[in-house]
């Protein structure tokens, strides 16, 4: 019964955690869905036939994917097109890294992890090993972080949230 309830207790901690981290995280500045998509790499390889192509960076010299306030980089950038449209970019390097700025009043959201996906048909951004996702000292860390940026919904895997201590008012 013990170990039900603080299993129970721990999921329900998970679900408010995220919640309290990645709601404010959920929106982007509306102006970056209308922005161009710049990608820049210090090497990169010609379009596959498959329709990918990679863009390659180092730590000292990352590859970039930019949107507006969006700012993906990584040692590697993979782009998948389809019709001169971004379908998906995968970030990978030790770690990739993402930024965008949630509103104009509100601090930036920032994620680390192994891997950074952004499918940009569902608008979900998925973070893989050991991820992290972090707003104004609010940090969530998880294997597998899933992130619909236009919406408040989000889904980990197993996860530690830290909550800073409240601020003392002048």
């Known amino acids: 019964m013990c170990r039900n309830r603080h299993l129970h207790l721990l999921l329900c901690s998970a679900v408010v955690a995220v ?16 922005q161009a998509i710049d990608i820049d790499g210090p090497a990169g390889s010609s379009a596959q036939a498959d329709g990918w192509v990679i863009y390659k960076g180092s730590v000292a010299s990352p590859a970039k994917l930019t949107q507006g306030t969006l700012l993906i980089t990584g040692a590697e950038i993979r782009i998948l097109t389809k019709d001169k449209e971004l379908q998906l970019a995968i970030a990978t390097g ?3 890294h993402f930024q965008q700025q949630p509103s104009k009043d509100q601090a930036l959201v920032t994620g680390n992890g192994k891997q950074i996906s952004l499918n940009n048909n569902t608008n979900i951004l ?9 707003q104004d000292g609010k940090l969530i ?7 619909k940026m236009n919406t408040t919904e989000s889904s980990t895997g197993p996860v530690h ?6 601020k003392d008012k002048p």
């Open 19 to 34: 919640g309290l981290c990645v709601s404010d995280a959920s929106l982007a500045l509306p102006e970056d869905a209308k």
């Open 94 to 96: 030790a770690p990739a």
């Open 126 to 134: 998925t973070i893989d090993g050991d991820g992290e996702l972090n």
């Open 141 to 147: 860390q998880s294997p597998h972080i899933e992130h």
């Open 161 to 166: 949230m830290t909550i800073p201590p409240k």
